[in-house]
């Protein structure tokens, strides 16, 4: 168990490096936490620092999850298989979204959660990603298409009869990243959530998202 609880540690510390706070105080000498929604994800960061800065966050974000299933995972316990690499990526979206480096305030890990799926269950990843792409086409909201695809994490494991741990785990990445939306589900009651349009951004009425 020591080697589990060293995985998971690191998988934290990888995931809790705060790639785009560090890029937009780099970039700009913002604090990216000021600005809009003051969440350190790419979608924020893009409004902090531009659309090119707030791809390579989202690339790196998604690198953080990969990192943590394909290299820390069955470096150290590589006997654990799949459970052991959705345990560790589950820590570092934990890392992702409460990074000590920022007094656990961080962002959303919808990107992490989809470096972790790629790496570890390429076609539950496919389905997700497809389900986020189709809800953002009809309704363009992020935050809708990124809580759906979180909904078909379970399902999918479910469908393809995964042991019940790793839908356990799996579960698990589904509700944070549901708790990490709670703002975003009031703004969506209230109607005031940030909606994007083809080619250029706009809101149902005027809040960040």
Known sequence: MSELALALLAAYLIGSVPTGFLLVRWRSGVDVRTVGSGNIGATNVARAAGKGIGLLVLLLDLGKGLLAVRLVAPWLVPQLALTGQLA??????LGHSVPVWLRFRGGKGVATTIGVLLG????VAALCLGVWLACF???RYVSVA???AALTL?????ALSQQ???VLLGSC???LI???HRANLERLLQGTEHRMRFGAPSSSRHSPS
């Open 88 to 93: 560790c990526g589950l820590w570092a979206v």
């Open 137 to 139: 086409v009809i309704w």
């Open 120 to 123: 570890a269950m390429p076609l």
């Open 154 to 158: 379970p399902l999918a494991q479910l």
């Open 178 to 180: 549901w708790a990490r």
């Open 173 to 175: 990445l589904t509700l």
């Open 146 to 148: 990124s809580l759906a």
């Open 164 to 166: 019940p741990i790793q």
